[in-house]
Every structure is written in structure tokens, then in C-alpha cells.
């Protein structure tokens, strides 16, 4: 009997810890079986994994002090602007304890950059994205975050993906 009420209070602590994560509650209460999402998961463990893959000492102290990054994409012009809406609404009413630190609402992209500070040294952050194109993307990060290094964690990922696009464009053509 101990033990099984033991399982179950464990049970409550993680999923109540989980519970008030942006990226799990919007996932449970917004995201619809027929308009899918994309969702990757980035814990400790891998990023102090990647951080030993890096040859960039500012990347590596990056990774290090991070505890996680969860994405959120999906490229449907249609899903994209609905989830943009109800993303920017939970944050604004249900997060309340995050600042606003950055908006931008241009002509074709809107982004909503919310901030929570845990401690000295520990930040939470929700980023919410619709870009030129219309595809939705919602970022979490939680750890020490230094804006710069996550710039230039970005702008790394950002030349890695178009160098993917390339290879596979040209891989497309020899076929």
C-alpha cells in the first residue's frame, strides 16, 4: 500500500512539473488530432551531448548551461495561424508570470519573445513565431540563458538547415 501510494505521489510530482510547461500544456489543450504539429524535444542529456560534438567553446558553454529546448513547427498556412493565435493567447493569460521582452509585428511575421526568471542564474523562455512564409514555430528554452550565444546557437542551426536544403535540392536534381 505504501509503495503504490509512494508510484502515485511520483506520478502527480512529474506530471504536475510537466503540467505547467507551455509547450506540454499547448500540445494537450490546443493541438487538434487533424491539424498536426511537429514537436521536438531537446533535454539535458543531448545537449550535453552536443555540447562534447562542438568544437566551438562558445557553443559548448551554451549547450552546458541550458536544461532544455522544446519546438513546436508546423508549415500549414492555415494550422500556423490558428496555432499562432492560441499560443499568443495562453501566454498572455495563463503564463502571466512572463514578461514580454520582444515583439515584432511586421508586414509577413510576427514574433512574441516571453521571459520568466527562475533564479540568478536560471530563465525561462517561450518564443512564438509566424514567419514570411506562414509556418508557425514555438520555442522553449529553459537554463542560463545568454541572448548572444542563443543568436549565435540560431543563426548556426539557421545556415545548418539551408546548407541541408542545398545538398538535398541538388541531390533532387542528379535523380
Known amino acids: 500500500m505504501k509503495r503504490s501510494l509512494l508510484i ?20 494537450r489543450e490546443h493541438v487538434e488530432a487533424d491539424r498536426p504539429v511537429s514537436n521536438v524535444n531537446i533535454g539535458k542529456a543531448m545537449l550535453n551531448k552536443m ?10 558553454t551554451t549547450f552546458r548551461e541550458l536544461n532544455s529546448i ?7 498556412r492555415d494550422d500556423s495561424k490558428y496555432y499562432f493565435e492560441k499560443a ?14 520582444v ?4 508586414r509577413m511575421s ?21 514567419d514570411d512564409d506562414n509556418k508557425l514555430t514555438i520555442i522553449t528554452v ?3 540563458i545568454d541572448f548572444n550565444s542563443i543568436s549565435k546557437l540560431s543563426n548556426s542551426l539557421r545556415e545548418a538547415q539551408t546548407e541541408q536544403t542545398i545538398t538535398e535540392e541538388e541531390n533532387e536534381k542528379n535523380n
Open 70 to 76: 522544446r519546438i513546436i513547427t508546423t508549415e500549414n
Open 110 to 130: 510576427k514574433i512574441n519573445i516571453l521571459l520568466k526568471k527562475i533564479d540568478e542564474k536560471t530563465q525561462d523562455l517561450i518564443l512564438i513565431a509566424l
Open 142 to 144: 529553459s537554463g542560463n
Open 88 to 101: 499568443k493567447e495562453m501566454a498572455y493569460s495563463e503564463f502571466t508570470d512572463y514578461k514580454e521582452v
Open 8 to 27: 502515485g505521489f511520483i506520478l502527480f510530482l512529474a506530471t504536475s512539473v510537466f503540467a505547467n510547461d507551455f509547450i506540454t500544456k499547448f500540445l
Open 103 to 106: 515583439s515584432v509585428n511586421e
Open 51 to 60: 555540447a562534447s560534438n562542438t568544437d566551438e567553446d562558445e557553443l559548448k
